[in-house]
């Protein structure tokens, strides 16, 4: 980096490459492939391991999902094209290159836990969160890069014992990603085992990670980024983190407790007098199942705030930048990030309402969760607002953030009857509840996920996506994602059941015509319906694999460093960022999103852009 | 590439950075035993009536460990302390110290693992219950073909509940004596190891959990002891402040033990 | 302790251990003749010993772990968590007790 180079003009004309060979301050020898790209300590390098890897996952995930719905609409006939090969490499669950029930089960819970632990945690926020937060507060690094070293180490470990227990005799966890015991004891596979071990470490993982960040962000930021001058991204990885931290341990306390039940053969959540297989076991007994399950949600539900939080700082940051005007109530945004981390914790027991808990305390619970999402509401409206009056630029980035907008409004308010117990009581466990978190975490969550990985792809290669395979590509998954849930809704509206490896067959009115609410052919037909459109998403996703990787060596090179003309602190390095990121600790004299602020000659403003003459007075922000 | 406030603290927060990072660690801590306390609470009050098992922990060996382990506490904070000074010999003996104790705490759990290990209840086929100590199985003893006999020193019991009270007028005048017990008398045999019943369940997967942590403690500990106290001689202060993270670290440690002894050994 | 604050002195230092100590031997002996007494149930002599071990834990984190002048910031941090873990276990409990009378069986 030129040294000279004092402030931040909007437009810094340095070809990327150069910018790559010059600034070397600091790094005299050249680290090896080992120490660069595998221990690295830089927050950059391991924000993008943590993006490969879970895009890999996610795509694994997706896969198993496909073969689900295959199952689904086709219970018991062999799978076509992966047959065979399930039947090679899984063998006796996969005969004849059919999926057993078994196997379905443990296809679920490894779809549920790769999903939420092993892809979207992981790319939400230790992706994004390592690679951009340090970056938008002007820090060198994390404050712990060793330890942040170590969190990825973790997460990649409990990756792999997730994928082995595949190939273990009897097969992967089969007891639902929730793990409820006493089921989760009782099948006869050290898959749980396995799970539970995965789990711990992936636990360990987000536990360095969330203590990484949160110190971060409190002792790293750069003179002048108070908290109010915040990007709300990095409030939301804040709060984030704030959840990981403290609603992970007890689930791992939990973990503990079942591999104890599992491997040791204690009676932490058996009950006395537990018959398996019409035989009443050996366990001691005196424990309670529903500890485990209460145990479970106290993680459970914060993490859904865990996958929904990151995403909305993802579009927030984009909105701002393609609607060219500040984010309309940043205030209400922090405060609402703020209240509904807190308010997470108390609301668990809704995933419960099933148990027959009490009248009075479930009333508590349906009391807290209709409170939590006003604050919901609150950042949503917020971001509807932004859009009034801004001259809006349509990229890809901003296609996903506006995509996410609506989707996560269907999945918020589709929440609602579930959050109070009558309505529960009657769509617990069918496919409307499928319906709900899928449409806030797929075409919500991983919509935002795509606009961040279009929008943040230029910083961290230096040249852009392609654009007109982006739009390609949302378009198709916009409309294959909602041809794929919309018609759950109907089917968990009529009663069909979740997790039933026949598709339901059993309760169709082809099968039992005389029973009351046999499942319609109409209903059972939107499986068929279904799969194809699954299938559909999956092909919309290759032109996204090609152009991310076709991109990274063919993709537009941009003419700066600030190609999207955005304020916050991120967009003023050097690109890619070097290690040590900035060629200066730059001084914050504004609030995040200074766009189209009267009197500029540009229609933004850095924040860390000197203030005209006089001496670095707070400009007024909102 | 330096990272700001490693040593140094930060004007607003009043903090450096490790400081505020072990906080946060047993902020989540704090949420992992809290995780097992609630577990402990549910399970205890949600048992049979009469089966919650009291004085089965030796309570004299309890409370040496307790007094270990406030002992190593002291030394810790003191180890610190000589360190602000920057009296290294100080240091080196205080934490030396803290190491012993943490070994003879660690001697003293295996110890009474061991007599949980060795401890039977016998089931027989006359309905009765058989309780104590093993002192011999002999050489044929065979539990399925029901060849040979097994010797435990302990008593017999008409009703299992009689087992769960220990610190009862008449489980302290039970005379324990040798009792030879063939194994075609014998329906079921079990240990107290922590499959017995919840509170062995639960005791061990707590005492087992804080026993990891004082071995992860002690290993931290030594290695700043040993090969990480060069650090001493280049930067001092950020070797004070390493031990001063890490004795928060213990001194939590000893924490949890504060709340187990009583919770297990005394009620 | 911040460089702000008075400098550390081994021997007050020694002198402050020494005081702890003795609290914290007291507290347990007491903790332990608590639970050795004829009398009362077991419900109160657990609300007993448990007071006590609150105080034993008092003198451990204030004291040893100097949280008696700490940071406003770790204030927060652990205030947040207790609440939590009270939340955590004190909603299980009422959950797991508030069952309609006749649906849970022990």
């Known amino acids: ?622 | 590439m330096e990272i700001p406030y490693t040593t140094e603290h930060r004007p607003d927060t009043g903090l450096y950075n490790a400081k505020l990072g072990v906080w946060l660690f047993l902020a989540s801590e704090v949420m992992l035993f809290g995780g097992l306390f609630s577990a402990y609470v549910l399970l205890r009050v949600g048992a049979e009536p009469g089966m919650w098992p009291h004085g089965w922990l030796n309570v004299t060996l309890g409370s040496i460990n307790t007094l270990l382990l406030a002992l190593s506490a002291i030394t810790t904070l003191l180890a610190w302390a000589a360190c602000k000074v920057r009296d290294f010999g100080k240091f080196k003996i205080f934490h030396a110290c803290t190491m012993i104790l943490a070994i003879a705490f660690l001697g003293i759990k295996s110890y009474e693992y061991r007599d949980k290990f060795l401890h039977y209840e016998i089931a027989l086929n006359n309905g009765t219950f058989a309780d104590g100590h093993l002192v011999e199985k002999s050489a044929d003893f065979d539990l399925a073909n029901k060849t040979g006999a097994v010797t435990l020193h302990g008593h017999i019991v008409e009703d299992r509940k009689e087992l769960m009270d220990l610190r009862s007028p008449e489980a302290q005048k039970a005379e324990h004596k040798e009792l030879v017990i063939p194994a075609a008398d014998i329906k079921k045999m079990q240990n107290y190891g922590p499959w017995h019943n919840t509170f062995t369940a639960i005791y061990f997967t707590m005492s087992g959990l804080h026993a990891l942590h004082i071995l992860g403690g002690t290993l931290v500990i030594f290695y700043l002891w040993g090969p990480g106290s060069r650090m001493y001689k280049t930067d001092p202060e950020r070797f004070t402040n390493r031990i001063e993270v890490s004795g928060l670290f213990w001194h939590f440690v000893d924490l949890v033990w504060i709340f187990l002894f009583p919770v297990m050994y005394l009620t | 302790m911040s460089e702000s604050e008075k400098p550390v002195s081994l021997k007050d230092t020694i002198r402050l251990c020494a005081l702890v100590f003795a609290a914290v031997v007291c507290a347990t002996g007491l903790m332990i003749y608590t639970s050795f007494l004829p009398h009362y149930g077991w419900t109160a002599k657990v609300s007993i010993i448990l007071a006590i071990a609150t105080v034993n834990a008092f003198l451990v984190a204030g004291y040893l772990m100097h949280l008696l002048s700490e940071k406003k910031l770790v204030y927060t941090v652990l205030g947040f968590t207790v609440f939590f873990v009270i939340g955590l276990a004190g909603l299980t409990i009422c959950a797991t007790n508030g069952f309609p009378p006749g649906t849970v069986s022990h």
């Open chain 1, 1 to 622: 980096m030129q040294s000279n180079v004092q402030q931040f003009p909007p437009f810094r004309e340095v070809p990327p490459t150069h910018a790559h060979h010059d600034h070397g301050h600091g790094e005299h020898h050249e680290p090896g492939f080992w120490q660069k790209y595998i221990f690295s300590t830089d927050h950059k390098v391991i924000g993008i391991q943590y993006g490969f890897m879970a895009l890999c996952f996610m795509l694994f995930g997706f896969f198993l999902m496909l073969l689900m719905r295959w199952q689904i609409a086709h219970p018991g006939v062999p799978v076509p094209v992966f047959g065979p090969l399930l039947e090679k490499i899984l063998g006796q669950p996969a005969a004849h290159g059919a999926i057993s029930p078994d196997l379905y089960n443990s296809f679920g819970a490894m779809h549920g836990t790769i999903m939420v632990f092993l892809g979207v945690v992981p790319l939400a926020f230790a992706a994004f969160g390592n690679y951009v937060v340090p970056l938008m507060i002007g820090a060198p690094d994390m404050t712990f890069p060793r330890i942040n070293m170590a969190s990825f180490h973790a997460f990649f470990l409990g990756g792999v014992v997730m994928l082995v227990s595949f190939f273990i005799p009897g097969g992967a966890a089969q007891a639902g990603w929730t793990s409820y015991s006493p089921l989760a004891t009782t099948i006869p596979t050290h898959g749980q085992a396995f799970w539970l071990v995965g789990m711990v470490l992936l636990i360990t993982s987000s536990l360095l990670g969330a203590v990484n960040f949160i110190a971060t962000i409190v002792q790293l930021r750069a003179p002048g980024m108070t908290w109010m001058r915040l990007p709300w991204f990095v409030w939301a990885q804040f709060v984030t983190a704030f959840i990981l931290l403290l609603a992970f341990p007890p689930l791992e306390a939990a973990g503990v407790l079942q591999l104890m039940d599992n491997v040791v053969g204690t009676s932490f959540f058996l009950p006395t007098g537990l018959a398996v297989g019409g035989a009443v076991g050996q366990a001691s007994g005196g424990g309670s199942p529903l500890l485990w399950q209460h145990l479970f949600w106290f993680l459970g539900h914060p993490e859904v705030y865990v996958l929904i939080l990151p995403a909305m700082g993802i579009v927030a940051e984009v909105i701002a930048n393609n609607t060219r005007k500040p984010l309309w109530g940043y205030k209400s945004l922090v405060y609402s990030a703020l209240f509904v981390g807190f308010l997470s914790f108390i609301v668990w027991a809704h995933h419960m309402y099933m148990t027959g808990m009490g009248q009075k305390i479930a009333t508590f619970f349906q009391a807290t969760t209709m409170i939590i999402s006003i604050p919901s509401v609150i950042i949503l409206t917020c971001m509807f607002l932004s859009l009034w009056g801004g001259s809006i630029r349509i990229n890809t980035p901003m296609l996903f953030a506006l995509g996410f907008l609506p989707m996560f409004g269907i999945g918020g308010l589709t929440g609602l009857p579930l959050g109070l117990a009558a309505a529960d009581l009657y769509l617990h466990d069918t496919y409307y509840v499928i319906a709900h978190f899928h449409y806030v975490v797929a075409p919500g969550t991983i919509f935002a996920l795509f606009a961040g990985v279009y929008f943040w792809f230029p910083k961290m290669t230096g040249r852009k996506m392609n654009e007109f395979w982006g739009r390609v590509h949302f378009w198709c998954s916009f409309t294959f994602m909602n041809i794929v849930f919309m018609p759950m809704f109907a089917q968990g509206i009529k009663g069909m059941l979740r997790r039933m490896s026949d598709g339901a067959v059993n309760y169709s009115a082809t099968r039992v015509p005389n029973a009351i609410d046999a499942l319609p052919g109409t209903v059972m037909q939107l499986n068929g319906f279904i799969l194809w459109a699954a299938i559909g998403l999956g092909i919309a996703q290759i032109p996204f694999i090609i152009n991310l990787f076709w991109s990274i060596s063919h993709g537009e090179k941009v003419n700066s460093d600030n190609p999207w003309r955005a304020t916050t602190l991120d967009w003023q390095t050097p690109t890619p960022p070097p290690h040590g990121n900035f060629s200066h600790t730059p001084v914050v004299v504004r609030g995040p999103y200074e766009y189209s602020a009267p009197g500029h000659a540009e229609d933004f403003t850095p924040q860390d852009e000197p203030v005209d003459g006089a001496a670095p007075a707070t400009t007024a922000h909102h």
